[in-house]
């Protein structure tokens, strides 16, 4: 069964500053990643997403995020922190091979981010 | 387009009550999925859809029914609510971007704006 742990429960940081957050997860096979966010009394909105290629995906927003296999993390990072990236953020993997069946998404519990100035 | 809609955003039941929210989508995807939201666990999925007329359980589908008549809509019943259903539901929908030779394969899902229902 596929797997999504976000450790920390929220991640403070001063506007202008790089943040992280951290995501790893567990699959039978090749990761599908994502990575979503979400403002307060909206739905989730995606962000990016890892399928294969280059470690490294660029997403919406200046957020980009690299993908480690040795890890099996996943984490989202941004150089420089704006009080508006504060939202809760949520990780998403799917196995990437499943026969006959609909792809399902599994999500972590979400890390909300909160910036200051 | 309107992308991902949901109706009602609001709606208080009392215990054993019945009630259907509706789910459309007018960017003719494939794939649907009804989610509860609840502090501290993520989204579980409930029900999902890779088709018109056809549908799946999900992680918690107990006490939850679901429809998919339209391949733009997507229903979730809730026959007799428990105050245990007190959450937020999200719909969310995704493009079928085809097969690799081993799997069907899907796209990101767009979520709508979410229904807060509370079960007294």
């Known amino acids: 069964a596929q797997s999504v742990a976000q450790p920390e429960d929220q991640v403070n940081v001063a506007e202008g500053n790089p943040l992280t957050v951290k995501c790893t997860y567990s699959v039978s096979g090749n990761p599908y990643l994502f990575w979503y966010v979400q403002y307060p009394n909206r739905g989730l909105q995606f962000l990016l997403k890892?399928?294969?290629?280059?470690?490294l995906v660029k997403g919406s927003y200046g957020f980009e995020a690299e993908f480690n296999k040795s890890q099996t993390s996943f984490h989202l990072k941004k150089p420089s922190a704006l009080v508006s990236d504060s939202a809760l953020y949520f990780c998403?993997?799917?196995?990437?091979?499943?026969?006959?069946?609909?792809?399902?998404?599994?999500f972590g519990t979400g890390t909300r981010l909160q910036v200051t100035l | 387009n309107a992308g991902v809609t949901q109706t009602p955003k609001f709606r208080v039941l009392k215990t054993g009550q019945s009630m259907t929210l509706l789910c459309a989508q007018d960017m003719n995807h494939e794939y649907m999925y009804w989610y509860r939201q609840d502090p501290g666990m993520g989204l579980r999925l409930i029900h999902y859809s890779v088709g018109e007329g056809t549908t799946a359980k999900g992680e918690v589908p107990d006490g939850y029914n679901v429809s998919r008549l339209k391949k733009q809509n997507f229903l979730l019943g809730l026959e007799s609510a428990a105050p245990s259903q007190t959450s937020v539901y999200f719909c969310?929908?995704?493009?079928?971007?085809?097969?690799?030779?081993?799997?069907?394969?899907?796209?990101?899902?767009?979520f709508g704006p979410g229904t807060r229902l509370t079960v007294l």
């Open positions: 998403a993997v799917r196995d990437g091979v499943k026969t006959g069946t609909a792809s399902k998404l599994t």
């Open positions: 890892y399928i294969t290629g280059d470690n």
């Open positions: 969310a929908s995704s493009l079928y971007a085809g097969t690799s030779g081993r799997a069907r394969v899907s796209n990101e899902q767009f």
